[in-house]
Protein backbone atom coordinates (compact mmCIF):
# COMPACT_ATOMS: atom_id res chain seq x y z
CA UNK A 1 0.00 0.00 0.00
CA UNK A 2 2.83 2.40 0.76
CA UNK A 3 4.66 1.64 -2.32
CA UNK A 4 1.16 2.39 -4.50
CA UNK A 5 1.32 6.19 -2.47
CA UNK A 6 5.04 6.85 -2.84
CA UNK A 7 4.22 5.62 -6.55
CA UNK A 8 1.11 8.14 -6.84
CA UNK A 9 2.85 10.78 -5.18
CA UNK A 10 6.21 10.24 -7.35
CA UNK A 11 3.63 10.46 -10.73
CA UNK A 12 2.15 14.03 -9.28
CA UNK A 13 5.73 15.21 -8.60
CA UNK A 14 6.73 14.42 -12.29
CA UNK A 15 3.82 15.51 -13.51
CA UNK A 16 3.86 18.68 -11.68
CA UNK A 17 7.38 19.09 -12.68
CA UNK A 18 6.69 18.69 -16.50
CA UNK A 19 3.51 21.08 -16.07
CA UNK A 20 6.29 23.83 -14.49
CA UNK A 21 8.82 23.65 -17.09
CA UNK A 22 6.55 24.16 -19.98
CA UNK A 23 5.49 27.27 -18.21
CA UNK A 24 8.38 28.50 -17.53
CA UNK A 25 9.74 28.07 -21.05
CA UNK A 26 6.87 29.79 -22.44
CA UNK A 27 7.40 32.48 -20.30
CA UNK A 28 10.88 32.85 -21.07
CA UNK A 29 9.72 32.57 -24.82
CA UNK A 30 7.37 35.44 -24.33
CA UNK A 31 10.33 37.53 -22.68
CA UNK A 32 12.19 37.31 -25.90
CA UNK A 33 11.64 40.34 -27.97
CA UNK A 34 12.01 40.37 -31.69
CA UNK A 35 12.82 42.96 -33.90
CA UNK A 36 10.20 44.13 -35.97
CA UNK A 37 11.17 46.51 -38.22
CA UNK A 38 14.00 49.49 -39.32
CA UNK A 39 13.82 52.67 -39.22
CA UNK A 40 16.05 54.64 -41.52
CA UNK A 41 16.82 58.14 -41.56
CA UNK A 42 19.25 59.36 -44.43
CA UNK A 43 20.78 63.18 -44.45
CA UNK A 44 21.72 64.16 -47.64
CA UNK A 45 22.28 67.98 -47.65
CA UNK A 46 22.47 67.78 -51.85
CA UNK A 47 19.40 66.01 -51.76
CA UNK A 48 21.09 63.36 -54.60
CA UNK A 49 19.52 59.98 -52.97
CA UNK A 50 22.07 58.73 -53.59
CA UNK A 51 21.94 55.73 -50.70
CA UNK A 52 18.22 54.54 -50.46
CA UNK A 53 16.32 51.67 -48.03
CA UNK A 54 16.85 48.95 -50.39
CA UNK A 55 20.59 49.38 -50.73
CA UNK A 56 20.93 49.50 -46.85
CA UNK A 57 19.32 46.37 -45.85
CA UNK A 58 20.77 44.54 -48.66
CA UNK A 59 24.41 45.51 -47.73
CA UNK A 60 23.26 44.05 -43.96
CA UNK A 61 21.61 41.08 -45.05
CA UNK A 62 24.82 40.27 -47.23
CA UNK A 63 27.32 40.65 -43.94
CA UNK A 64 24.53 38.44 -41.79
CA UNK A 65 23.46 41.21 -39.66
CA UNK A 66 20.11 42.23 -41.34
CA UNK A 67 17.98 42.81 -37.74
CA UNK A 68 14.37 42.37 -39.10
CA UNK A 69 13.41 39.23 -36.58
CA UNK A 70 16.47 39.15 -34.51
CA UNK A 71 15.95 38.93 -30.49
CA UNK A 72 16.72 42.62 -29.84
CA UNK A 73 18.97 40.99 -27.18
CA UNK A 74 21.29 39.32 -29.54
CA UNK A 75 21.57 42.49 -32.18
CA UNK A 76 25.19 44.41 -31.83
CA UNK A 77 24.23 48.22 -32.93
CA UNK A 78 28.14 48.81 -33.09
CA UNK A 79 28.74 46.26 -35.68
CA UNK A 80 25.80 47.69 -37.77
CA UNK A 81 27.86 51.13 -37.59
CA UNK A 82 30.76 50.16 -38.61
CA UNK A 83 29.40 47.37 -41.43
CA UNK A 84 27.54 51.09 -42.53
CA UNK A 85 30.58 52.71 -42.69
CA UNK A 86 32.36 50.50 -45.49
CA UNK A 87 29.98 51.60 -48.16
CA UNK A 88 31.83 53.77 -50.59
CA UNK A 89 28.55 56.72 -50.34
CA UNK A 90 27.46 56.38 -46.28
CA UNK A 91 29.62 59.18 -44.33
CA UNK A 92 28.68 58.45 -41.28
CA UNK A 93 26.03 55.88 -39.27
CA UNK A 94 24.43 55.79 -35.97
CA UNK A 95 22.29 52.91 -35.00
CA UNK A 96 20.36 52.27 -31.57
CA UNK A 97 17.05 50.40 -30.54
CA UNK A 98 13.42 52.47 -30.11
CA UNK A 99 10.43 51.24 -28.58
CA UNK A 100 8.26 49.36 -30.13
CA UNK A 101 11.12 46.65 -30.73
CA UNK A 102 12.52 48.65 -33.85
CA UNK A 103 16.10 49.85 -35.07
CA UNK A 104 16.72 53.22 -35.49
CA UNK A 105 19.47 54.30 -38.37
CA UNK A 106 20.91 57.97 -39.10
CA UNK A 107 22.59 57.99 -41.84
CA UNK A 108 24.86 60.78 -43.48
CA UNK A 109 25.50 60.76 -47.36
CA UNK A 110 29.19 61.54 -48.73
CA UNK A 111 28.40 64.67 -51.27
CA UNK A 112 30.56 64.41 -54.37
CA UNK A 113 31.14 67.48 -55.81
CA UNK A 114 32.97 66.96 -59.09
CA UNK A 115 33.29 64.07 -61.05
CA UNK A 116 36.63 63.83 -62.89
CA UNK A 117 37.87 62.31 -66.34
CA UNK A 118 41.75 62.39 -66.25
CA UNK A 119 44.27 61.47 -68.88
CA UNK A 120 45.11 58.44 -67.81
CA UNK A 121 41.69 57.04 -68.63
CA UNK A 122 40.67 57.16 -65.23
CA UNK A 123 36.81 58.49 -63.31
CA UNK A 124 36.18 59.02 -60.52
CA UNK A 125 34.67 61.48 -58.06
CA UNK A 126 35.41 63.96 -55.32
CA UNK A 127 33.61 64.65 -52.13
CA UNK A 128 33.28 67.26 -50.32
CA UNK A 129 36.02 66.41 -48.16
CA UNK A 130 38.35 65.59 -50.18
CA UNK A 131 37.89 61.81 -50.54
CA UNK A 132 38.31 60.02 -53.60
CA UNK A 133 34.78 57.91 -54.70
CA UNK A 134 34.93 55.35 -57.28
CA UNK A 135 31.34 54.56 -56.85
CA UNK A 136 30.59 54.95 -61.08
CA UNK A 137 27.15 56.21 -62.74
CA UNK A 138 25.97 58.54 -60.13
CA UNK A 139 22.78 59.71 -61.74
CA UNK A 140 23.67 63.40 -60.37
CA UNK A 141 24.79 66.54 -62.70
CA UNK A 142 28.12 67.20 -61.58
CA UNK A 143 30.77 69.77 -62.51
CA UNK A 144 33.35 67.39 -64.83
CA UNK A 145 37.16 67.94 -64.37
CA UNK A 146 39.18 66.58 -67.98
CA UNK A 147 42.76 66.77 -68.20
CA UNK A 148 46.11 65.87 -66.22
CA UNK A 149 44.30 65.47 -62.56
CA UNK A 150 45.74 62.69 -60.18
CA UNK A 151 44.36 61.89 -57.14
CA UNK A 152 46.30 64.39 -55.22
CA UNK A 153 45.92 67.47 -57.31
CA UNK A 154 41.73 66.82 -57.08
CA UNK A 155 41.73 66.17 -53.31
CA UNK A 156 43.54 69.87 -53.05
CA UNK A 157 43.69 72.17 -55.72
CA UNK A 158 40.94 71.01 -57.80
CA UNK A 159 38.19 70.60 -54.81
CA UNK A 160 39.39 74.34 -53.74
CA UNK A 161 38.28 75.74 -57.18
CA UNK A 162 35.55 73.06 -57.32
CA UNK A 163 34.39 74.61 -53.98
CA UNK A 164 34.67 78.50 -54.71
CA UNK A 165 32.49 78.07 -57.79
CA UNK A 166 30.02 76.12 -55.63
CA UNK A 167 29.63 79.38 -53.76
CA UNK A 168 28.58 81.33 -56.17
CA UNK A 169 25.03 81.44 -57.81
CA UNK A 170 26.30 82.69 -60.92
CA UNK A 171 29.75 80.94 -61.81
CA UNK A 172 27.61 77.63 -60.72
CA UNK A 173 25.86 78.01 -63.54
CA UNK A 174 27.93 79.27 -66.12
CA UNK A 175 31.08 76.95 -65.80
CA UNK A 176 30.58 73.90 -67.68
CA UNK A 177 33.98 71.73 -67.14
CA UNK A 178 37.34 72.23 -65.12
CA UNK A 179 40.52 71.50 -67.44
CA UNK A 180 44.05 71.09 -66.60
CA UNK A 181 46.78 71.21 -68.49
CA UNK A 182 50.00 69.04 -68.81
CA UNK A 183 51.73 72.78 -67.05
CA UNK A 184 49.18 72.39 -64.40
CA UNK A 185 47.15 75.58 -65.73
CA UNK A 186 43.23 74.95 -64.66
CA UNK A 187 41.02 76.54 -67.43
CA UNK A 188 37.47 77.03 -67.14
CA UNK A 189 35.30 76.07 -70.12
CA UNK A 190 31.80 78.47 -69.88
CA UNK A 191 28.45 77.44 -70.94
CA UNK A 192 27.54 80.72 -72.43
CA UNK A 193 30.38 82.39 -75.01
CA UNK A 194 32.83 80.63 -77.24
CA UNK A 195 36.07 81.53 -75.13
CA UNK A 196 38.52 79.90 -72.02
CA UNK A 197 38.59 81.47 -68.16
CA UNK A 198 42.07 80.85 -66.96
CA UNK A 199 42.84 80.64 -63.92
CA UNK A 200 46.48 79.50 -63.80
CA UNK A 201 46.94 77.72 -60.21
CA UNK A 202 44.01 77.63 -57.17
CA UNK A 203 45.93 80.21 -55.28
CA UNK A 204 43.69 83.17 -54.56
CA UNK A 205 40.85 81.53 -56.77
CA UNK A 206 37.74 83.49 -54.99
CA UNK A 207 39.77 86.85 -55.82
CA UNK A 208 39.90 85.59 -59.18
CA UNK A 209 36.75 84.77 -60.19
CA UNK A 210 35.60 88.11 -58.48
CA UNK A 211 37.87 89.51 -61.13
CA UNK A 212 36.47 87.29 -64.04
CA UNK A 213 33.06 88.47 -62.56
CA UNK A 214 33.68 92.13 -62.85
CA UNK A 215 34.97 91.99 -66.18
CA UNK A 216 31.97 89.80 -67.26
CA UNK A 217 29.77 92.88 -66.19
CA UNK A 218 32.07 95.82 -67.77
CA UNK A 219 33.66 94.44 -70.27
CA UNK A 220 32.18 90.94 -71.91
CA UNK A 221 28.50 92.47 -71.69
CA UNK A 222 29.57 95.46 -73.73
CA UNK A 223 32.24 94.42 -76.26
CA UNK A 224 30.65 90.62 -76.66
CA UNK A 225 30.98 87.58 -75.24
CA UNK A 226 32.50 85.51 -78.29
CA UNK A 227 35.17 88.86 -78.80
CA UNK A 228 37.97 86.82 -77.03
CA UNK A 229 39.59 83.72 -77.31
CA UNK A 230 40.49 83.59 -73.74
CA UNK A 231 40.39 85.83 -70.65
CA UNK A 232 43.37 85.16 -67.95
CA UNK A 233 43.32 86.34 -64.21
CA UNK A 234 46.38 84.00 -63.73
CA UNK A 235 48.48 86.87 -62.36
CA UNK A 236 47.47 89.39 -59.52
CA UNK A 237 45.25 92.30 -60.48
CA UNK A 238 45.57 91.54 -64.26
CA UNK A 239 42.69 90.92 -66.79
CA UNK A 240 45.08 89.81 -69.96
CA UNK A 241 42.67 88.95 -72.73
CA UNK A 242 43.42 87.17 -76.66
CA UNK A 243 41.44 88.61 -79.34
CA UNK A 244 40.11 86.03 -81.65
CA UNK A 245 41.94 86.39 -85.04
Request: charged share 25%; hydrophobic share 40%; net charge negative.
Given at each position: ?11 F ?6 A ?10 E ?15 L ?19 D ?19 T ?12 G ?8 S ?5 V ?42 D ?49 D ?31 V ?6
Amino acid sequence: MMKRILLILSLFLLVGYIAFSAIAMTDRHEDVRLCQGVDLNIVDSLHFDLIDEDMILSLLQEHSVDPIGMPLDAINVETIENILVTHPLVGSAQCYKTGGNRIRINLSSKVPLVRVLNNRGQDFYVDSHGEILTQHSLAVQLPVATGYIDRRFAADDLLKVVHAIDCSEFWKAQVEQIDVTKEGEIRLVPRVGDHLLILGTADNVEDKLERLMNFYHNGLDNIGWNSYRSVSVAYENQVVCKKRK
